[in-house]
């Protein structure tokens, strides 16, 4: 087991439903794989709801909320995706500042195919080289952010992915920004 992330604890954002489950949980183990501690943030206590696409999954339960966390309390920050989860985070201005906060310290973030929704709303993408899901290409561009179609993006403590599918190559460069 690698210890990359050892001494580390990593924020994982989400709101109380709608997230992409695969696109929490692989990212989360290969947190825990490189002995970093990964937390769950969410809008209110108790558990969230993860989805396989349309379909209920697993249940979560929440660390803690944004009203009572601050990003000078991790070392990182993961915004997993799914439609639903980042259009939920975008209208939560407790959330929105949350995220807000890695960027104002410096600190990295990794977000995965509708997640940068929430990166437009915290009004951070301006500049940066990103991908996301498809469908947000016009949103990011409208925002400032100049769109690739890869399966995974590197900009300076940004990482941004597409989709499920490209999971092992986010994870990889998550990792490697979040070890420094």
């Known amino acids: 087991m690698s210890s990359v992330l050892e001494g580390k604890t ?19 183990l290969a947190v825990e794989e490189a002995a970093g501690r990964p937390r769950l943030i969410s809008i209110e206590p108790g558990t969230v709801q993860a989805f396989d696409h349309l379909d209920k999954a697993d249940t979560f339960d929440v660390d803690a909320t944004f009203g009572a966390s601050s990003a000078a309390d991790y070392d990182g920050l993961v915004l997993p995706g799914g439609v639903a ?18 960027f104002d310290a410096g600190k990295p973030v990794a977000a995965i195919c509708h997640a ?34 890869e ?7 940004l990482v941004t992915s597409r989709k499920p599918g490209d999971l092992p190559a986010f994870t990889s460069a998550l990792l490697e920004v979040f070890a420094g």
Request: charged share 25%.
């Open 85 to 102: 989860n980042p259009d939920a985070l975008r209208a939560h201005d407790d959330a929105v500042k949350f995220v807000k906060g890695f």
């Open 10 to 28: 990593i924020a994982f954002a989400v709101a109380g439903e709608g997230i992409e489950e695969i696109e929490l949980t692989e990212p989360w």
């Open 151 to 157: 399966e995974v993006v590197t900009d300076g403590n």
């Open 116 to 149: 940068p929704w929430t990166l437009i709303e915290a009004g951070v993408v301006r500049g940066r080289r990103m991908t996301s899901w498809p469908s947000l290409r016009t949103d990011l561009e409208n925002a400032g952010a100049t769109w690739v179609d």
